[in-house]
């Protein structure tokens, strides 16, 4: 089955699974699939449609085809969604440590999908629980509610999934949210957000700031959950994910050997790097330096069996 292709090419050094990679919720996402062959596929809602999307990096570029009646918007939104607007050169680093990693992965691109609720929705489910849980509720509800992508199957003989619109998000009965894992919090959180989902998705044209402010003016979306959805769907560079339970340890240890940092030291510690404070951060964390577990692992929840 053949789709409608693109070209693109990148200027410098370019990384197509780190570009890429933080759109992936767990490995076995319906939404998003590594194949064998090096490609990746990606299926939307986009503003035209359901859409599917294949990228491979091929020498210096990259070789992109679509599907889809979202094929074109996704063709014609490829370079925003590879990093062509981001500005890797504006990042001085400041630390051994980020400049020894940026050596290492000069490929760094951030991404900017330009849409808004499939980074949302996906990121409330990551409120305050494990991301195994988080995961296993983003495959059933997508896979229940969602649709077959267009285009071809997967190696394997599965298909993606596009994610629900707002509408089959809404009427989503209660129990089977439970089933899913999901408490009534989280819930209640993305029902308010599909209600205003138009209003949501013209965040992804704002600037990141307002983009945010924006977001949060829904009961229930905090600087958490909407700093993990405008680094995706705004490419933020300064996005920071403040109120995460493992970051302001990680960061802190990189930086200062303080495991126990908290997030006003987290903050002081990226202070140098204000504008790229997100990169810093995908940097620090691509450095593998990370502190030892002290602790057990947060138990794994399923409210489903309540």
């Known amino acids: ?14 990384d197509l699974g780190l570009v890429l990679g933080p759109l992936r919720r767990g490995p076995a996402d319906p939404t ?3 194949a064998p062959d090096g490609s990746y596929l990606r299926a939307s809602r986009t503003p035209a449609g359901p859409g599917m999307l294949r990228t491979v990096a091929c020498g210096g570029a990259v070789e ?19 990093g062509a607007s981001d500005e890797p050169d504006a990042f001085v680093p400041r ?5 020894e990693t940026r050596r290492r992965r000069p490929g760094l691109r951030l991404c900017r999908t330009g849409l808004v609720m499939e980074s949302l929705i996906p990121s409330i489910l990551e409120q305050k629980v494990t991301t195994i849980e988080a ?20 190696p394997s003989g ?17 129990w089977e ?3 899913a894992g999901v408490d009534a919090k989280r819930s209640t959180t993305i029902l308010r957000a599909v209600r205003v989902a138009r209003r949501m998705e013209e965040a992804a044209a704002m600037e990141p700031e307002p983009a945010a402010a924006r977001l949060r003016l829904i009961p229930g979306i905090g600087p958490w959950t909407a700093a993990e959805t405008v680094q995706r769907s705004n490419g933020a560079p300064d996005a920071v994910t403040v109120g995460d339970l493992h970051l302001p340890g990680i960061i802190g240890h990189a930086l200062a050997g303080d495991r126990d940092a908290d997030d006003a030291t987290m903050l002081e510690l990226l202070a140098p790097y204000a504008g790229q404070r997100h990169r ?22 399923d409210i489903a069996r309540l």
């Open 95 to 99: 630390h051994r440590l980020l400049a």
């Open 64 to 82: 992109a085809e679509a599907w889809g009646p979202g094929a074109e918007w996704m063709l014609e939104q490829l370079p925003e969604l590879l």
């Open 280 to 301: 810093a951060t995908r940097l620090i964390l691509l450095s593998g330096r990370t502190p030892s577990r002290r602790a057990p692992r947060m138990p794994v929840g």
């Open 32 to 34: 998003f699939r590594a």
């Open 177 to 179: 949210w439970h089933k």
């Open 135 to 154: 995961y296993r509720a983003w495959r059933r509800l997508v896979r229940t509610y969602g649709e077959p992508a267009p285009g071809p199957a997967l």
């Open 1 to 14: 089955m053949d789709g409608i292709r693109r070209r693109w090419t990148p200027s410098g050094p370019y």
């Open 158 to 174: 599965e298909r993606l999934y596009v994610v629900p619109d707002a509408r089959t998000w809404a009427l989503i009965p209660s």
